[in-house]
């Protein structure tokens, strides 16, 4: 029974969010090549910012805290554009909804949860897997 109980709490555990001080990648396909990528890794050099200490946009809509970072991609006539930040999210704005301050079509915005997600598109999905599999690993080492 004790088994079965730490199992859960450490399923429990690796679902958790903190909804504070989420870090994200934040940088330009304009100014740092490797942005655009379609997965970073440690040797990209891309800056990691704390979202708590990025500064809000100038904007007069009621902001909610950060607790997502984002991957945008956009476009005009001068070309494509990808940028990564910390997502800030209008109060009532729907998930995957981003909106730039520019003249810039969005072609495709991806948010995610968890620090550093925004390294690419599937970061969401490795995270959950990972999760997954060590929680069936809990349980089966509790039978």
Known sequence: M??????CL??????MHSATAIKCYQ????????CSKD??????????????SVAKPNTMEQLQPVTRCNKVVTSDRAGVIVSRDCHFEVVGQKENECTVT?????????????????????GRYMAMSAAALLALFAVQMAL
């Open 2 to 7: 004790q088994q079965q109980i730490f199992a």
């Open 39 to 52: 997965m970073l890794d440690a040797n990209s050099n891309i800056r990691q910012v704390d979202c708590d």
């Open 102 to 122: 520019h003249s810039r079509q969005v072609e495709s915005c991806y948010t995610c949860k968890g620090d550093l997600c925004n390294a690419s598109a599937a």
């Open 10 to 15: 450490l399923i429990a555990v690796c679902l």
């Open 27 to 34: 940088c330009k396909s304009l100014t740092d090549p490797n």
